[in-house]
Nanobody
Framework: QLHLVESGGGLVQPGGSLRLSCAAS????????TAWFRQAPGKEREGLSS????????NYADSVKGRFTISRDVAKNMVYLQMNNLQPEDSAVYYC????????????????????WGQGTQVTVAS
């Protein structure tokens, strides 16, 4: 069974950067699409970015396009989210998610499409 653990969150000043990591264990990510979501207090979970099962296709929400970059290291079974130019509105709990996919172009940003979730890591952007 796939187990996901996020890390890398913390407090950062506006304009700063963070790199989130998602460590997968239990199974290889070779046949999984993976994604990053976030949820701020009182708001719905928001899909930010996803990457297809072979790593060749990515998808980004408009809110993060040009600032965030998703990547993965299959050898390490890791998924990353590089976040640049962070703003206070980016403050939220960030989650890694994954779901089996035989279609390498499948990169949804809808929470219901993903079966496996990490516990989340807090990101706070404040001066």
């Amino acid at each position: 069974q796939l187990h996901l653990v996020e890390s890398g969150g913390g407090l950062v000043q506006p304009g700063g950067s963070l790199r989130l990591s998602c460590a997968a264990s239990g199974v290889t990510l070779d046949y999984y699409a993976t994604a990053w979501f976030r949820q701020a207090p009182g708001k719905e979970r928001e899909g930010l970015s996803s990457i297809g099962s072979d790593g060749g296709f990515t998808n980004y929400a408009d809110s993060v396009k040009g600032r965030f970059t998703i990547s993965r290291d299959v050898a390490k079974n890791m998924v990353y989210l590089q976040m640049n130019n962070l703003q206070p509105e980016d403050s939220a709990v960030y989650y890694c998610a994954a779901s089996i996919s035989l279609n390498d172009r499948w990169t949804p940003l809808v929470a219901d499409e993903y079966e496996d979730w990490g516990q989340g890591t807090q990101v706070t952007v404040a001066s």
